[in-house]
C-alpha cells in the first residue's frame, strides 16, 4: 500500500485538474489509498459572512478558492461520483456540517483507494 495525502490542496485547483490528480493517483499500485480534505460547493458559493469573508481572504492572498464538491446532499453520493469517474473507489468519509433540507455540509474528509 502506498499512502498518499493532500490536505489543503484541492480546493485551490481547477475542477479539471483535481479530477486530473484522482486519475493520476488511480493509475498506482494496487491498494494505495489517498487521503484528502475537500470544500463543497457550499463553500465557495455561500452568501454567508464567513464564507464572503474567508472567500475575500484568499482571493486577496492570491489564491482564491476555486473547487468544491457539490452540496446537494448527501455529499458522499456526489463525492462517490467523482472518484469511481477516475478510477478510485470510495473508503472512509466524514461530512463537516449539517445536511438537513436547509443547510448543507461544507465540507469533509475522505479516503480512496486503488482498486
Known amino acids: 500500500m502506498h499512502p498518499l495525502i493532500s490536505a489543503g490542496v484541492f480546493y485551490y485547483l481547477e475542477k ?16 494505495s489509498v489517498v487521503a484528502f480534505d475537500y470544500f463543497t460547493t457550499e463553500s465557495l458559493e455561500s452568501r454567508a459572512l464567513y464564507w464572503r469573508m474567508a472567500r475575500a481572504g484568499t482571493r ?7 473547487f468544491g464538491i457539490d452540496s446537494r446532499p448527501p455529499v458522499s453520493e456526489r463525492l462517490a461520483g467523482l472518484l469511481l469517474s477516475c478510477g478510485l473507489s470510495p473508503g472512509e468519509h466524514r461530512v463537516l456540517g449539517q445536511e438537513t433540507e436547509g443547510k448543507r455540509a461544507w465540507g469533509g474528509f475522505a479516503i480512496a483507494v486503488v482498486e
Do not use: F, N
Not at 16 to 31: C, F, P, Y
Not at 60 to 66: F, Q, T
Open 16 to 31: 479539471q485538474a483535481v479530477e486530473d490528480t484522482l486519475r493520476k493517483i488511480a493509475s498506482t499500485a494496487r491498494g
Open 60 to 66: 486577496a492572498s492570491g489564491e482564491p478558492l476555486k
